[in-house]
């Protein structure tokens, strides 16, 4: 929750690769006071059934910056092995996903709370300011 002095953020991930949301992606918040300074991680969450993060730590007063990072390979990977299992003549031997990580940066202003969606497929991904 936002305050007149702090920023808040919300995120969810949408697999767009079966029009799902993307449960159990871990999810990592830090933050900075400013363009100079350095990353302070806050701790993190991770998705839940609806690919929603309802319990990311709060920002600190002062805070300009903001970093989410998505451990999407691991989904991916969980992903893959459960299809693998369900059809083993598809086997592909090539990587379950081709960004492993995804950080998204982004500014922040006191009072405003952000809300970041991420739409993930393997081989791409999408964020927008939601509402």
């Known amino acids: 929750m936002s305050t007149s002095s702090t ?25 900075r006071p400013g363009r100079e300074a350095d990353w302070q991680a806050l701790g993190g969450s991770a998705t839940d059934a609806d690919g929603r993060c309802k319990d990311l730590p709060a920002l ?12 999407v390979e691991p989904y991916f990977e969980k992903k893959q092995a459960d299809a693998q299992q369900d059809a083993p003549a598809n086997r592909d031997s090539g990587p379950a996903v ?18 970041v969606p991420l739409l993930l497929n393997p081989f791409g991904y999408s964020v927008y300011r939601g509402s």
């Open 7 to 31: 920023a808040s953020v919300s995120t969810h991930i949408l697999d767009t690769s079966v029009g799902r949301p993307a449960e159990g992606v871990a999810v990592q918040l830090s933050a």
């Open 60 to 71: 600190p007063e002062g805070t300009t910056h903001v970093r989410l990072d998505f451990a």
């Open 98 to 115: 081709f960004f492993p990580e995804v950080a998204i940066t982004f500014a922040v202003v006191p009072g405003e709370h952000y809300h």
